[in-house]
Nanobody
Framework: QAQLVESGGGSVQSGGSLRLSCTGF????????MGWFRQPPGKEREGVAA????????YYADSVKGRFTISQDNAEKTVYLEMTSLKPEDTAVYYC????????????????????WGQGVQVTVSS
């Protein structure tokens, strides 16, 4: 079983930055992929970024490319999401997740490929 705990959410003005952290606990953390997803108010959950832990390959949604960076510290069982140039449309609850995900961008940002989820953190960007 895996437990994921996110931190780092908050409120910022447009153009600001935040860094989210996701730390894994339990043997179930040893899945091959970690992903960040978000759910804006009144909308469906969407994939934001993902990393394949052993090879370090990353994937990003088009809406965040060039602004968000996913990284990992495997020794600490922690994945980070560095978010810069934040926009009001980035406002959402952000979730991290882990799973045994087939390699490829199609799968990396698909929420149904992930088995374990954190509780989510709120990110609010004001204009």
């Amino acid at each position: 079983q895996a437990q994921l705990v996110e931190s780092g959410g908050g409120s910022v003005q447009s153009g600001g930055s935040l860094r989210l952290s996701c730390t894994g606990f339990g043997s179930g953390y040893n899945r091959n992929a970690m992903g960040w997803f978000r759910q804006p108010p009144g909308k469906e959950r969407e994939g934001v970024a993902a990393i394949y832990r052993s090879i370090g390959r990353t994937y990003y949604a088009d809406s965040v490319k060039g602004r968000f960076t996913i990284s990992q510290d495997n020794a600490e069982k922690t994945v980070y999401l560095e978010m810069t140039s934040l926009k009001p449309e980035d406002t959402a609850v952000y979730y991290c997740a882990t799973g045994q995900v087939p390699l490829g961008g199609v799968w990396a940002l698909t929420s149904s490929e992930y088995n374990y989820w954190g509780q989510g953190v709120q990110v609010t960007v004001s204009s």
